[in-house]
């Protein structure tokens, strides 16, 4: 790999880990489009972001540890060890460039989504989802998502918007989550084969940037307004989306 192409990468990752440090999520959303527009294998990124993921969670879990929703978080992670497979077979059985045009096509309703659910929250003063057994399907695509494109923050926040979380229990419950899948979800990524060399090469450039993020983001999180940064960061996931939908040489 040229040095170019090692900071390029290095940039994905260092841009995903300050949007997770600042929004408690967002991460893979980002980082996973960016590098899949640079010449590196789809494999070497999903286990590059795994592990990149999981170091960002080991440092961030703690702040919210008081208000996880314990007994949700315990039915997420068995429900997302049933999916992890899924999303290996996924992964390893479908072209890239199908993969990315889903992934495409899954960022662009996501962030449509995540632009209109503050007006579906205020026309909706009562939880949708009041069935404890709601969490396990939820729990399931988190599984596939996050084994597949390493997005497996996003069903759980769709889970918790519907369930009228507020934001504390939704960032605590996610930052928990995210720890507990993100072990799970690279566990899988080594049995399931998807673990490189360059992909560990990256990840050891990456570990100065993700820590330099991690503290940026926390600052910024308690200086610059989050809502606005918010409906930046959801016009920006639809950017690419769309973006990941052109062909490429």
Not at 121 to 139: C, K, M, Q, T, Y
Not at 185 to 211: N, R
Request: glycine share 10%.
């Amino acid at each position: 790999m040229s040095i170019t192409l090692i900071l390029l990468a290095v940039a994905a990752v260092f841009i995903g880990a300050l949007m997770r440090s600042m929004f408690g999520f967002g991460e893979a959303i980002v980082s996973m489009p960016l590098l899949t527009l640079l010449p590196i294998p789809l494999h070497t990124s999903v286990s590059l972001i795994g592990l990149a993921g999981l170091t960002v969670a080991l440092l961030t879990v703690f702040s919210g540890w008081r208000h996880i929703e314990r007994p949700v978080l315990i039915r997420l992670a068995v429900s997302t060890v049933i999916g992890i497979p899924v999303g290996l077979i996924v992964l390893n059985t479908i072209p890239s460039y199908i993969i990315t045009s889903i992934l495409g096509i899954f960022l662009i309703g996501y962030g449509a989504y995540c632009l209109i659910k503050k007006s579906l929250s205020e026309a909706i003063d009562h939880p949708l989802l009041n069935s404890r057994g709601w969490v396990w399907p939820f729990g399931f695509a988190s599984g596939v998502l996050g084994s597949a494109y390493n997005i497996n923050g996003v069903p759980v926040m769709i889970y918790g918007t519907l369930r009228r979380w507020n934001p504390e229990r939704l960032r605590g419950t996610l930052q928990a989550h995210f720890l507990v899948s993100g072990v799970l979800v690279v566990a899988g990524h080594a049995l399931g084969g998807l673990w490189t060399a360059d992909a560990f090469v990256l990840y050891a450039y990456s570990i100065p940037a993700i820590l330099l993020a991690t503290g940026l983001g926390v600052l910024l999180n308690k200086r610059i307004p989050a809502r606005k940064f918010e409906r930046i960061l959801f016009v920006i996931i639809i950017a690419l989306g769309i973006l990941l939908l052109f062909p490429r040489g």
